[in-house]
């Protein structure tokens, strides 16, 4: 296959952070009303795109969750004023990170992410009902990526191989 040129890795990457953007804040309800929200936009972009290096080699479950955490902290903290709540929440973080680097890992820019991006699907189909976009808690998630191991394992897939399954047959 050809190279693509620096325009069109540029284009693919904006198509991706806008996507994840969209999909991550549909039905979430992350700022506050009757605010300018560029600056956080710009923000929450940069810290996704500053995440592919770190995903170029593999990176433990452990230090993704970290990653994750971190990432909702350090937007939290720098736009309080701009989030509804005055922080994000941690299930819009997940399912950010989450879903930039199934992107990213699908277009094989870095390889397999440890987790995957939950959503309503993906909590149905592990036997939870909870709304994602409503998630604050680390040990609830971890509880729920115990249940996508087990369904994964049945499958003999990794986690995000089984998500991208089931995205599939969902779609």
Known sequence: MKKITENQENFIAQIILSNTQ????????VYKEDIDKQEFVKAFRNKLESLKETYRKEVSEEDHIKNIEKFREELSQKFPDILKGGKMRFGIAQKAVNLYLKFLWCLEYINKPPHCP???TVLTKVGYDIKWTELDDMKKYKEIIKSIKVKAEEKNQSIAEWE???WQNHH
């Open 22 to 29: 969209g999909s991550s804040f549909q039905r979430a309800y």
């Open 118 to 120: 939950i959503d309503r």
């Open 164 to 166: 991208l399954d089931l």
